[in-house]
């Protein structure tokens, strides 16, 4: 899987339970000014998950924080730090988290149009390219029609020699 980090979003795992939001946010601000802070809840506790999310304003205060908070001990907990990646939902065209099924609905429609034009086009195109071929083919059987007409014709085979003798 190919997925694309977020170089300014840390992923920081390994959070005890006390922390929260405001802690965690407390423990990244001495390397630069923060974006926002996540803790994702588990639905059925309503705590965190032992893991949380920092995003900077700056990228390279995310590598900072990275660099210094990697295996850096929070409440009696070594923490891991890493850049985080998108999180991806089944189904969603976009893959973000944050983004409901659906949100790509418009745009699912608009190439489905897009793409149902360019077929559209291409038949015409096609269509086009072979009346034109059939007319060129037509025009050269019925030059090759008149030349053998040309040959048929009494007169015009007369009118030949006549000119052979004339010449010699």
């Known amino acids: 899987m190919n997925q694309q980090v977020q170089k300014n979003t840390l992923y920081v795992g390994g959070l005890p339970e006390e922390v929260n939001e405001t802690i965690l946010h407390s423990a990244f601000i001495p390397f630069g000014d923060i974006k926002d802070v996540k803790t994702p809840l588990d639905q059925a506790t309503q705590k965190h998950r032992s893991f949380g999310f920092v995003t900077f304003l700056e990228r390279e205060d995310a590598a900072a924080a990275m660099d210094n908070m990697d295996g850096a001990e929070l409440y009696g907990r070594v923490l891991t730090v890493n ?81 052979k003798q004339n010449t010699t």
């Not at 086009?121 to 007409?149: P, T, V």
């Open 83 to 163: 850049y985080a990646l998108p999180e991806k939902i089944k189904g969603g065209e976009q893959g973000w988290a944050a983004q409901p099924i659906w949100a790509d609905a418009d745009t699912w429609f608009e190439r489905q149009q897009q793409e149902e034009e360019m077929k559209r086009i291409q038949a015409e195109n096609q269509a086009s390219m072979q009346a034109a071929e059939e007319l060129h083919r037509k025009k050269l059987a019925d030059e090759r029609e008149g030349e053998k007409d040309e040959q048929d014709d009494p007169m015009a085979v007369a009118e030949a020699e006549s000119l």
